[in-house]
């Protein structure tokens, strides 16, 4: 009767993703419907190639339990109109819950109506060695948390699909360079590759912001930023290909790890189509390197250095790479409205190329195109501070453009680095073959080599280089940076240390391992003192064998104990030196009496 004719159906609900899976739950279904359910399938979309598909329909009926972790202090009151009273309720979480998100309710009947107060209980786990997923002990939920259900919508956002969620609280100290390193597996369905199940990873960790900063006891401690995890290969919308570190049904992947909430989100990209339901596995634990980056400063042509490694993973194998030495680029420019900077970059076997630009109050662009001129890095922030990353870039020319989107006063100078570390002067030696044990901890040697035999600016700067480190499936998932500079001293100087001086005009002549910051050279960063007076000079610079002269204003006293001395002194690129040393002048009475009877005065007086 009304609007419901005979034969029609009332709807209780639909879906109509543009996808592989479909899923619908309807809440008392007995209950609501009077002739049973009817469940229908409409076929919108076909495909040209293979209009006809094989359809899985999976059916599951689920029955309203008692949730063991919480209770009520009264099961039944008597409320007068207009009364309001409490009721205390109560959360009790097991000791040994496996970690994920659960959901129950509390249900208040005044025997003609129902009101659900829902609880949703999010239980973590503490410490950065876990395991998640489809675990002993994981109680039966509509929403398991050791299982995906698809829920993809091509035609929707990057973020459609299946998500589980697993926190966990870091309490330090951790070793540095800590890497907190993430497992998962799923099954094989059997499906075609395009559409092979893919679940990502996404590593995430405590982080200051705006609102934590300034309003600490309202926003808590900081936020969750996004740290790491599985390669990004959306290509449209909510369409992914699958990718993962091992090229199977299994991901591994890594981020930094800090102390504080860190949290696990696992993301279902790509749905096989030929399963209802996936469960997954999770384990995560600590990789670390000691040192945690290795700064070296030495004119040697070569040296090793130890690095040692540890997991508290069990691992199938160990796979590490060596990619450097390759000079950072650093420069300072000014940029005028509208216009570009532009800088191309070379890459052969790079680790990666980093671009990041700073010194400016302005806001300004920053772009990254390869050889074909195809914009692979964009970083458009409202300042002056960009950054873009290009990991295991192709081999190439590229080009870095820097744009003047908002130049304060009309034209504005900013600072540029670029880095691509890349080259065969890294080797790795004593690298472990087969499996390593959870807990255990190898030492590995890094060879260097850097041939200085070429001109003063060849040394100048610093040169950089990578060594990646993990398990076999993930190689880079541990990155120990690698950096050399040419020691910034003195190769000889005339007095030297100790030195005697029978001139007394001599000038003194100091000769350094790398060209001079001449705006640094001054009287107070390279003078002469008795102990008590600075000498007056005048310096004189030659840029080509890096060699100070300084010529002293008056003649030096015989007799006399004198000192060097070199205060903040700068080389071109930008480190700085500071040292001492001492001669002393000739007392006159043995200047008059020979070297030869000086010495031989010296050796009766031994």
């Not at 199938?316 to 650093?330: E, I, L, P």
Request: charged share 15%; no cysteine.
């Amino acid at each position: 009767t009304g609007e419901i004719d005979s034969g029609e159906y009332m709807r209780f609900t639909y879906a109509n993703n543009f996808a592989n899976s479909q899923e619908v739950r309807v809440q008392r279904p007995q209950d609501r419907g009077i002739d049973g359910v009817f469940f229908g399938l409409q076929h919108s979309k076909q495909a040209a190639t293979s209009p006809n598909v094989t359809v899985q329909v999976t059916i599951e009926f689920w029955s309203r339990v008692d949730q063991p972790w919480l209770s009520e202090g009264m099961t039944s009151m008597t409320l007068a109109a207009g009364v309001s009273t409490s009721l205390p309720v109560s959360v009790s979480v097991p000791i040994d819950a496996p970690v994920g998100v659960y959901e129950g309710e509390y249900r208040v009947s005044d025997g003609s109506s129902v009101t659900v107060v829902p609880v949703h209980m999010n239980v973590a786990a503490e410490g950065a060695d876990l395991s998640f997923g489809d675990v002993a002990g994981a109680p039966a939920t509509l929403m398991p948390n050791g299982r995906m259900f698809g829920y993809q919508d091509w035609n929707w956002r990057a973020e459609s699909g299946d998500w589980r969620f697993f926190a966990t609280d870091v309490k330090g100290p951790l070793p540095d360079g800590a890497v907190w390193l993430v497992h998962t597996d799923w099954p094989d369905t059997g499906a075609p590759a395009a559409v092979q199940a893919d679940n990502d990873t996404l590593l995430f960790g405590t982080a200051l912001d705006t609102f934590s900063d300034k309003y600490p006891s309202e926003f808590g401690a900081g936020t969750l930023t996004l740290g790491g995890g599985s390669v990004n290969a959306n290509i449209l919308q909510g369409i992914w290909l699958p990718q993962t570190s091992t090229g199977a049904t299994s991901e591994w992947a890594a981020a930094p790890l800090g102390s504080g909430l860190n949290e696990i989100m696992i993301h279902n990209v790509v749905w096989p189509g030929s399963a209802s339901q996936l469960s997954f596995t999770g384990e995560a634990g600590i990789a670390s390197v000691d040192p945690a980056q290795a700064t070296i400063v030495d004119s040697a042509a070569q040296g090793t250095e130890p690095i040692a490694f540890s997991t508290s993973l069990a691992l199938n194998g160990v796979s590490a790479h060596a990619y450097g030495f390759s000079r950072r680029y650093d420069g300072s420019f000014s940029l005028a409205q509208g216009d570009s900077w532009t800088h191309q970059v070379t890459l052969t076997g790079a680790a990666y190329l980093e671009a990041k630009t700073s010194g400016t109050s302005s806001d300004i662009d920053l772009y990254v195109y390869d050889s074909n001129n195809q914009l692979v890095g964009a970083s458009e922030s409202s300042s002056g501070n960009e950054y873009v990353k290009l990991d295991l870039p192709a081999d190439g020319t590229y080009e870095v453009e820097v744009y003047g989107y908002s130049i304060l006063g009309g034209t504005d100078g900013f600072d540029v680095s670029i880095s691509s570390p890349m080259g065969d002067d890294l080797g790795l030696r004593n690298i472990p073959a087969g499996a390593v044990a959870a807990g255990g901890r190898f030492t590995f040697d890094m060879d260097w080599s850097k041939d200085w035999s070429g001109s003063l600016a060849e040394r100048e700067g610093t040169f950089e280089g990578l060594v990646t480190v993990g398990p076999t499936e993930a190689p880079s998932a541990v990155q120990v940076p690698v950096s050399l500079r040419y020691p910034f001293e003195v190769e000889s100087a005339d007095p030297g240390g100790s030195g005697v001086v029978t001139d007394p005009d001599a000038s003194i002549r100091v000769r350094f391992s790398k060209r001079v910051d001449v705006a640094t050279l001054s009287g107070s960063t390279l003078h002469v003192s008795d102990g008590t007076t600075v000498l007056g000079g005048e310096s004189r610079y030659d840029p080509d064998t890096a060699t100070v002269e300084l010529m002293l204003d008056a003649p030096l006293m015989p007799g006399k104990q004198y000192s060097v001395v070199i205060d903040g002194l700068g080389s071109a690129d930008g480190d700085t030196l500071s040292t001492t040393w001492g001669f002393s002048t000739v007392d006159p009475v043995l200047r008059t009496a020979g070297t030869d009877r000086y010495g031989t005065s010296a050796q009766i007086s031994h």
